[in-house]
């Protein structure tokens, strides 16, 4: 009882503690003595000044600039219209301030990154592959085909049914093969040899078709098709341009690298040609420039930066006067170039030996293949150059790679006498609701060529 009694008398307050209380809730209160700690003074200042002369004139303003007036007061509470404050002002819910700006909410409210396998999907043998640097010796049709040459022999695996078959086997005379390159149709393959030919082979008939004799007394280690037109690239620095159409196929000679030409890459508008040799040098060249035999200065620009041989170079898809390459063992770096002016926009040093470089068609992204030390692939934020994700499997280095007709896959072949095929650009299956990438049209694809003329003219006029 007792008890009860404390309780009950407990929850009645003291009329001392009641008269405190309600004095200090009341402090410097009156019905006609503003509270100065309550008054926003900014706002009275800008309504004393000004405010309610623009709110009279708002009439004539534009509904665009009158509807952008109400949004901005909207905001910043503007849209009150008493000066004097005669109450305190009411508590901040600590809640609704962090709320937009803590931690949580800024993990929840950003992009889910993809998932990337870090394995490959597939691991094929490919044994007897060539451990040589300079070689190019995988592609990938647009018939979803992969070729690769082994020795002195070319096989097909077909990605669509995972089946495998010969193609080419060629005498030790001739042999080894030293490159591969599919033609845009997705049927015709063209193979280098050790012995300075290149044979043109139907896949679907299992023929070859006729080889090409340029004339050179060494090896041809790189290819590459600008529509009718096949560009080869050889150990004697010479970069030829042929075509297949016609009897006399040599259409032209590219001259500018002193050692092997290691990589050949046209861009998708198929006006400009970029070239990387053992001679650390990078050339952009013009394909209306390759009939010009009698000048070695053919070139559109000359790029110096690279410290060792350039194989690796990669074409953006998404804007079309980007270059990207990447330096050998005694380099590490991958630069990327604006074509028209010939800048070095940006270079990352990697760490390991660049041996390709393959740009996401359908994302921001650029994966580099390395060799030593790590020999792995490595997935790249462009432009940003940020590390997404370092994928693991070949136990030597990477050699070349290849691009699925999707864009979606990705095959590299490597010195540990593997092919592996790697999902790193994305699941094709999630990415068909997806709307299509946007690509970036050149606006001016010829400047690069009318910088050359006007170059080429006024030193005529000079020596003239």
Excluded at 98 to 127: C, M, N, W
Excluded at 330 to 338: L, R
Excluded at 454 to 462: D, I
Aim: charged share 20%; glycine share 8%.
């Amino acid at each position: 009882m007792d008890t009860g009694r404390r309780f009950k008398l407990s929850r009645i307050p003291s009329p001392d503690r009641a008269y405190k209380r309600k004095r200090s809730s009341d402090e410097n209160l009156d019905r006609f003595i503003p509270n100065r700690a309550a008054m926003d003074f900014d706002f009275a200042h800008y309504m004393v000044t000004g405010g309610k002369i623009t709110k009279e004139h708002s009439c004539s303003a534009s509904p665009f600039k009158e509807a952008y007036r109400k949004h901005l007061a909207e905001a910043f509470n503007m849209s009150r219209t008493r000066i004097l404050a005669f109450r305190n002002k009411p508590p901040f819910s600590a809640e609704s301030y962090r709320a937009p700006f803590s931690p949580i909410h800024q993990v929840e409210s950003k992009k889910r990154g993809r998932y990337i396998p870090q394995s490959p999907e597939k691991t094929l043998d490919a044994p007897d592959m060539i451990d040589d640097f300079y070689l190019n010796l995988l592609d990938w049709s647009c018939s979803n085909v992969v070729a690769i040459a082994l020795g002195n022999y070319v096989y097909l695996w077909d990605a669509s049914d995972g089946s495998t078959s010969e193609l080419i086997e060629i005498s030790n005379d001739d042999g080894p093969v030293t490159s591969v390159r599919w033609a845009p149709d997705g049927r015709h393959l063209a193979v280098g040899l050790h012995n300075s030919h290149v044979q043109l082979w139907d896949s679907l008939a299992g023929k070859m078709l006729r080889t090409l004799r340029e004339g050179r007394g060494s090896r041809v280690g790189s290819l590459d098709w600008n529509g009718h037109i096949l560009t080869t690239g050889g150990l004697d620095g010479m970069i030829i341009n042929n075509d297949v159409r016609v009897r006399s196929h040599k259409v032209g000679t590219y001259r500018g690298h002193n050692l092997e030409v290691c990589g050949l890459k046209w861009s998708a508008s198929g006006q400009q040609l970029a070239s990387g040799g053992n001679d650390n040098l990078v050339y952009l060249w013009s394909i209306s420039m390759a009939s010009c035999t009698s000048s070695n200065n053919q070139w559109i620009h000359r790029l110096e930066d690279h410290r060792s041989a350039v194989k690796a170079l990669a074409w953006c898809p998404f804007q079309s006067n980007l270059l990207a390459s990447g330096g050998g063992i005694g380099d590490h770096c991958i630069k990327f170039w604006n074509a028209h002016t010939a800048a070095c926009l940006n270079s990352v040093n990697t760490g390991s030996q660049v041996c390709s470089l393959i740009w996401n068609k359908h994302e921001r992204e650029v994966l580099s293949m390395h060799g030593f030390n790590d020999n792995q692939l490595t997935l790249w934020k462009y432009p940003s150059m940020v590390k997404i994700s370092e994928l693991y499997g070949h136990t030597s280095r990477v050699l070349c790679s290849a691009q699925s007709p999707d864009g979606y896959t990705v095959a590299s072949a490597g010195a540990d006498e593997t092919l592996r095929i790697w999902n790193v650009f994305g699941d094709p299956k999630l990415a068909a609701k997806k709307p299509a990438f946007e690509k970036k049209q050149d606006p001016f694809p010829n400047v690069a060529r009318i910088r050359y003329i006007f170059e080429l003219e006024k030193g005529a006029a000079l020596s003239g």
